[in-house]
């Protein structure tokens, strides 16, 4: 819980090493390898991301969430790039709270 604190509070190193953490505890932890796939997503490293959702999928085949992160994470870098113009930051962090919301990533 802290490691995804640190991740919702942008520390994404922090973040990264206590999922890292988390994971040598607990390794056949399917929500967990979807939060670490979220932090390398926002951390700049999609392909990294895209094989922790994809290892996420392997332990739980039904996880919604990390299905789809694996359809849309290779647009990411548009998105990204679209953070960076002021117009378009709010929403784009108001997408990222939503997606959150609703795949229930705030416990």
């Known amino acids: 819980m802290l490691a995804w604190l640190s991740f919702l509070d942008g520390k994404l190193e922090e973040s990264l090493r206590l999922h890292a953490q988390a994971e040598e505890i607990e390794p056949r932890e399917a929500k967990m390898k979807y939060q670490i796939g979220l932090v390398l997503l926002k ?51 108001q997408s990222w709270h939503t997606l959150a919301c609703a795949s229930g990533l705030y416990w």
């Open 43 to 93: 951390s700049g490293r999609p392909a990294d991301a895209i094989m922790k959702f994809k290892s996420a999928l392997e332990i739980e085949p039904w996880h919604a969430d990390a299905t789809q992160a694996t359809k849309t994470s290779g647009r990411w870098e548009f998105t990204k790039a679209s953070a960076n113009t002021s117009p378009m930051r709010k929403r784009v962090r």
